[in-house]
């Protein structure tokens, strides 16, 4: 039977594990077969650049596997996006990020509390690009940090009828260009959206995310908003938030779409 150059096998392996990262069971299967032509360290590194954690138990595995010694050493810095879900507990996502410490893409739902002084810390240090997070908590990370230098995305989880002014939020973010709003009870008013697309011109995006439950009453009330200023954009929730961050078209290009189509709409009818 014939071998392949190493270097060629390694390709292979890649571009067949890149175009089936969705696909959990052969994803297993490409590990299985990858320690048989000394592939597993390549896959190894592919595999883990994406870890969605969706409970406290798949969040105290990782960890029992960090900690095991059976990954090379610093694989785990090779993670560049990270979901935890609420229902992580805050330890357990303060020592993950003490390890995967190079996150370019972090979802972090986890609620701020008084046990969670690291937690904010951690997530400053790291070379963020994009930020899903409860705005209690990112109240709580350093303004000298240096995440708040590199966030281009941002969506901010809206936890009360009176958030904070979006002024006081998006001030320390001098790259930000995509907003979103993350409405899980409490509606915000068409000013409150209004007032951060005028005082934040480079704003190329304004997301509101609602459930189902109160979403045509967001559409309607922010209908004349969205005709004014076409950055804003309304969506329902995805289904199956961990999914989503792993779609290589995820909520920020969908809504990306949508206003590129508003703005040649708006070009033939200006013609």
């Not at 000013?191 to 009453?217: D, K, M």
Request: charged share 20%.
């Amino acid at each position: 039977m014939p071998t392949l150059p190493p270097e060629l096998e390694s390709q292979i392996f890649e571009l067949a594990f890149r175009s089936n990262s969705r696909n959990l069971d052969l994803k297993t299967t490409f590990c299985l077969v990858a320690q048989r032509v000394q592939q597993c360290c390549r896959i190894d590194r592919i595999f883990y650049e994406l870890v969605g954690i969706g409970d406290e138990n798949r969040g105290r595995k990782f960890l029992s596997l960090i900690h095991s010694n059976v990954k090379p050493p610093g694989l785990f810095t090779l993670v560049k996006t990270l979901f935890l879900h609420y229902s992580v507990e805050g330890a357990t996502a303060r020592d993950i990020l003490a390890v995967c410490d190079r996150i370019e893409r972090l979802t972090c739902w986890i609620p701020s509390n008084e046990d969670q002084q690291e937690l904010p810390l951690l997530i400053g240090r790291l070379p963020l690009h994009q930020l899903s997070i409860k705005i209690s908590l990112f109240l709580k990370i350093p303004s000298s940090s240096i995440c708040l230098s590199t966030i281009t995305h941002i969506d901010l989880v809206l936890e009360s009828h009176t958030p904070p002014q979006l002024s006081q939020l998006l001030a320390p973010l001098p790259r930000l260009t995509h907003l979103c709003l993350s409405i899980e009870v409490f509606p915000v008013s068409a000013e409150y959206v209004e007032t951060a697309c005028s005082s934040f011109p480079r704003l190329q995006v304004v997301i509101l995310c609602c459930n189902s439950n109160i979403l045509g009453w967001v559409e309607e009330d922010l209908r004349y908003s969205v005709e004014v200023d076409h950055r804003i954009v309304v969506l329902a929730d995805p289904f199956g938030e961990i999914m989503d961050w792993e779609l290589a078209s995820d909520m920020w290009s969908g809504a990306e779409a949508i206003v590129e189509e508003r703005k040649k709409s708006l070009s033939v009818g200006n013609e």
